[in-house]
């Protein structure tokens, strides 16, 4: 069975080793655009963004951790396939072990068993009939499921499909699936732009970046990166000001670029925040094309603005860096009626936490918000959280405007 924690996780604590060669970004993950959901674009994508245009295609890009950045997602990447088929060429061929549809791609002579919840979305999406299939499998009514869904593909045999296949052990995995129509703005394009966009600012500005944390799984990246030069702030801490790329090839998201600040104190400990609401620098739907993605990216320019703003907002929480008890209650109680945000067990494990008083108004804003996030594990789940930190610290600040 297909486990999901092929994640890879960069800790802060990695220096990063080489950066990588501008020349190899189109080999190594430019070219990857090219080869794979990206073809149509081909020509827009090296034409607006030539590595040319960046420099000495021998120099470095300066971002700290980019080479070993790639070879992770490309480690990872090397283990996807899609497949567009109309559903005259997909035969349902049975109900697996663990209550999944298994199909067979008949043009490529290719099994693959479903993973997560594909059979559930696959049928919703095709037939409107996910809760059908969940009450056939929940009720041992495989072959019913089966035999529906077999006539169901005859009489709409020119419907057609994005189908995502991972590799597992040698064998195909369904991941998930897509509508035609969604352009797969693939990871590729989304760690392509981004580190090109950095490079280009930090030239222009004389900043460098780093990468600070990256998780990367066979659909999913959320990239963290940190200016390398941060600001002291006495009373709390070293202010890093960066940015977090997050991009989902098979849910209906949006490749996105937004604003980050990250807090760490002399002991290690640390917390980021991603403004609520704030206008990212740009946001794509799948379902859209890439004209105005150039224009977006010069929105980088505007960290600066986001800097100033960070610092005072910074400046207003060292005058009053602990929490107090009706705060912490406030952020327990956000959490807990969260009603999509978290999962069960998260909202329990933050629970035991409030019972067992650690979080107290004793605690640094940076040690306890570091204590919140250790509880946190689902990539997502941090994102929330993140979003949650950045509203406390603006209540700290109006709060303290308003004396």
Not at 106 to 130: C, I, Q
Not at 299 to 314: M, S
Request: net charge negative; glycine share 4%; proline share 2%.
């Amino acid at each position: 069975m297909y486990e999901p924690s092929l994640d890879v996780l960069f800790p802060k604590a990695w220096t990063g080793g080489p950066n990588e060669e501008i020349g190899k970004m189109r080999m190594r993950v430019g070219e990857g655009i090219i080869g794979k959901t990206f073809k149509d674009n081909k020509s827009f994508i090296l034409k607006e963004f030539p590595l040319e245009n960046y420099g000495d295609m021998n120099n470095y890009l300066s971002v700290l951790g980019s080479k070993e950045l790639i070879e992770q997602f490309i480690k990872i990447d090397n283990r996807k396939l899609d497949i567009k088929e109309r559903l005259e060429n997909v035969f349902i061929d049975k109900v697996s072990s663990n209550k999944q549809l298994v199909l067979l791609f008949t043009e490529d002579s290719l099994n693959a068993e479903g993973v997560y919840r594909f059979t559930y979305e696959y049928l919703d999406m095709a037939f409107k009939m996910g809760k059908f299939s969940s009450y056939c499998l929940e009720n041992d009514l495989e072959q019913l499921l089966v035999d529906t869904t077999r006539k169901l593909c005859k009489l709409q045999p020119r419907k057609e499909f994005q189908y995502r296949l991972i590799e597992e052990n040698e064998e195909w995995l369904i991941r998930g699936v897509t509508s035609v129509r969604y352009n797969n703005y693939d990871n590729h394009l989304a760690i392509y732009l981004t580190l090109l966009a950095l490079h280009n600012h930090a030239q222009a500005t004389h900043q460098w970046y780093a990468l600070d944390k990256a998780y990367i799984s066979d659909s999913e990246i959320v990239i963290m990166f940190d200016a390398m030069s941060p600001r002291k702030i006495v009373g709390v801490g070293n202010l890093y000001v960066g940015l977090i790329l997050t991009n989902n090839e098979i849910k209906e998201k949006v490749f996105s670029l937004e604003y980050r600040f990250r807090l760490e104190d002399e002991d290690g400990n640390e917390f980021g925040a991603i403004p609520e609401g704030e206008e990212p620098i740009f946001t794509i739907r799948h379902d859209s094309n890439l004209k105005s993605v150039k224009d977006k990216l010069r929105q980088l320019k505007n960290l600066e603005g986001f800097k100033d703003r960070i610092v005072e907002l910074v400046l207003a929480i060292s005058h009053s860096p602990y929490l107090s008890e009706d705060r912490i209650f406030a952020i327990f109680k956000k959490i807990k009626l969260s009603r999509t945000k978290y999962s069960p067990e998260t909202k329990q494990a933050f629970k035991n936490l409030q019972e067992e008083q650690f979080i107290d108004n004793s605690l640094h804003i940076i040690k306890a918000f570091n204590r919140l996030n250790e509880i946190v594990t689902d990539v997502e789940e941090k994102i929330h959280l993140e979003r949650l930190f950045f509203e406390v610290c603006m209540d700290i600040k109006k709060e303290r405007s308003r004396k």
